[in-house]
């Protein structure tokens, strides 16, 4: 069964379209399944083109329920969230996924400090930072998230080539540190086609990532990381192709934030 698992609402202020069209969507690309991941609150900054307010997540979480009786028969709505990993503000991230039946929860690291790394708005910071350091701090960030245990999924493991500004170092030590972890805690990671929309032009993980996560048994999932209806299920023919080239039988999906395993689904 093809569903597509990351996809954003116009909630979030940055992305276009109703719920109901990304469900329409979903259903003319041959996806039963629809999970919504849009941004919960992020709370170390007040921007509303950053993510939804606070006020606003139980009308989201209404909405998708709303949206999964109404499509019963068609299409499997999942309810899910991405959540922002921040030292800083996870007891209230614990709080806020607790309140809500989420069937599970992305964790992603877009920030480091007080740098939205993945920001185009701040793409000039990269000049004042050493590549290789910034590259391992990322990847240990990703490992210090996977151990708080609040989430299911660990979404876009190398999303800081975004800009295609790369490390010059061996990065396989860490992916093997970072997908150990994965495995030991239960969770999966997330193939996700958005990098091929952006300049570094390549899905996230980069292929050696993916080919580590089979040798280690790591459960993957997918997701296009849509920000429009246009972008549902978007080059997942290419992200299935690289999971059955290294090595992959299986695709992970959640419902109440149980892990499943289904056979890999036809590429087409
Ligand atoms: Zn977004
Ligand atoms: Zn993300
Ligand atoms: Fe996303
Ligand atoms: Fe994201």
């Given at each position: 069964m093809k569903g597509d698992y990351h996809i954003h609402t116009h909630l979030c202020g940055h992305a276009r379209g109703s719920m109901k069209e990304y469900a329409e969507a979903s259903i003319e690309r041959g996806c039963s399944r629809i999970g919504f991941a849009d941004h919960l609150p992020m709370l170390f900054r007040d921007d509303p083109s950053l993510s939804m307010s606070e006020d606003e997540l139980p009308g989201y979480v209404d909405e998708v329920l709303g949206l999964r009786e109404r499509y019963e028969k068609d299409l499997s709505v999942l309810l899910g969230i991405e959540a922002d990993y921040h030292p800083s503000t996870i007891e209230k991230v614990a709080e806020m996924i607790d309140a809500y039946p989420f069937d599970y929860v992305i964790g992603s690291v877009h920030v480091l400090g007080d740098w939205l790394f993945d920001d185009p708005r701040e793409?000039?910071?990269?000049?004042?930072?050493?590549l290789n350091e910034l590259y391992i701090d990322y990847f240990r960030t990703q490992e210090s998230m996977v151990q708080?245990?609040?989430?299911?999924v660990v979404s876009?493991?190398?999303?800081?080539k975004k800009f295609n500004?790369?490390?010059?170092?061996?990065l396989k030590p860490h992916y093997k540190d970072l997908l150990r972890k994965i495995k030991k805690a239960g969770m999966c990671y997330e193939i996700n086609?958005?990098?091929?929309?952006?300049?570094?032009?390549?899905?996230?993980?980069?292929p050696d990532f993916v080919r580590l996560g089979a040798e280690l048994g790591v459960p993957v999932t997918y997701g296009?990381?849509?920000?429009?209806?246009?972008?549902?299920?978007?080059d997942f023919d290419k992200a299935l192709e690289l999971m059955k080239t290294s090595g992959y039988l299986e695709l992970a999906h959640f419902s109440q934030r149980i892990l499943r395993l289904d056979p890999l689904p036809d590429s087409k």
């Open positions: 793409i000039e910071r990269y000049d004042d930072v050493d708080t245990g609040l989430f299911d876009h493991p190398d999303l800081v500004l790369r490390a010059s170092i061996d086609t958005a990098g091929l929309r952006w300049q570094v032009s390549e899905m996230y993980p980069e296009s990381d849509a920000h429009c209806p246009e972008d549902v299920g978007r």
